[in-house]
């Protein structure tokens, strides 16, 4: 069974619009949310509807497309988009590209406007296309090296939600992990509940249901006895930001599984397209953390689980040292080991992508 579009432009008439499969919601309802104007998209993005690092690039370039369609002011709504978020770098990179698509096509030379109808709009829709189909294109890409890394009867760990409701395509470290159960190398996947907000129980163990994997869940405090009994052979995940020296932002627990995997001689391998490498960033020390809400902890399910007005410690993601990355899975190939040097040359890749 397909897992529906998590993102999906909508043209006029019914649109200009960006409709999104409400991640909140799943897996209770599939229910769609139509986002007619920016702070709709920025609202959405903020409570986690849409989600995940590509995607949330896409969001970003689509958003801008929308207010450029809208006729809005186009450098006021990507600012509002580009800060969403502020860790999936992902998010601005979207924003960016489709802000220069618009710019260019408004000013042409910079200084005498473009006639015609919104051809500002029409190249920030471009540009967001051309995001969406290249993260495709790195999903597909990602799976095919990463298999490479899998072993024969492989029981995998993966953390957070990577598939296709985090991407375009099958996504990132969910995109090896379908590649290796097609091969028939995948035993087990074990799906980390991924708290405070469950992406693993509520999205991945979906998604693993929808594609026929067997896999379990485990509450994330379960993964170092699960290891200890050697049940784990690798551990896959994917990354919000991947910097310069290698250290790797992804979701608030990625960290402690790496310090675990080390420990149990696991190899711990994180899958991102080059899009999530920002070479602009020097080091882990650099990588902004979103905090989110004390609710997200004192609430669950609608429940108050803490005394109201509890104080709460809620990073959203943890930064994990080069040192306990064993690889870095890219559209590019394999990274081994992860080092400045190692990653230095995406820089240029990424150049070449974001003008073509
Ligand atoms: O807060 P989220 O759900 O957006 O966090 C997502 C993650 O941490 C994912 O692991 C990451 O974006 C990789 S997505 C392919």
């Given at each position: 069974m397909s897992v529906p579009a998590a993102l999906r432009w909508v043209e006029p008439p019914a649109g200009p619009a960006v409709e999104l499969l409400d991640q909140t919601r799943l897996p209770a309802a599939e229910e769609f949310l139509t986002c007619t104007d920016v702070p709709q998209l920025v609202a959405a993005i903020g409570r986690l509807a849409v989600r995940g690092a590509p995607l949330l690039g896409m969001a970003g370039a689509y958003g801008v497309a929308l207010a450029a369609f809208r006729a809005d002011d186009v450098e006021a709504a990507a600012a509002a988009i580009a800060a969403a978020r502020p860790t999936a770098v992902n998010l601005a990179v979207g924003v960016n590209r489709a802000l220069t698509a618009w710019r260019a096509a408004e000013l042409g030379d910079g200084a005498t406007p473009r006639q015609g109808a919104a051809p500002g709009a029409s190249a920030a829709l471009a540009e967001a296309r051309s995001i969406a189909a290249q993260e495709a294109e790195s999903s597909a890409a990602m799976a095919r090296h990463g298999l490479a890394l899998v072993p024969d009867g492989a029981r995998v760990l993966t953390h957070c939600n990577t598939g296709s409701l985090a991407t375009?395509?099958?996504?990132t470290a969910f995109a090896v992990i379908r590649a290796a159960h097609r091969a028939g190398k995948l035993t087990r996947l074990w799906i980390d509940e991924t708290r405070p907000l469950l992406q693993g129980a509520r999205l991945t163990a979906w998604e693993a249901g929808r594609s026929g994997i067997p896999h379990s869940l485990l509450a994330d405090g379960a993964a170092a006895s699960l290891m200890a009994s050697g049940q784990v052979d690798l551990v896959l995940t994917g990354a919000d930001r991947i910097a310069a020296d290698g250290s790797v932002a992804n979701k608030i627990g990625t960290y402690g599984l790496a310090v675990l995997a080390r420990h149990h001689r696991v190899p711990f391998v994180v899958v991102a397209p080059a899009s999530t490498v920002d070479l602009g960033t020097p080091d882990g020390a650099a990588i902004p953390v979103e905090h989110r809400p004390a609710a997200e902890l004192a609430i669950v399910a609608g429940q108050q689980v803490a005394p109201s007005g509890t104080e709460a410690y809620n990073p959203a993601f943890d930064v994990t040292p080069p040192s306990l990355v064993t690889a870095i899975v890219t559209e590019r190939g394999v990274i081994q080991p992860v080092t400045p040097g190692s990653l230095r040359d995406l820089g240029a890749y990424m150049s070449l992508r974001t003008a073509s």
């Open positions: 375009a395509g099958e996504g």
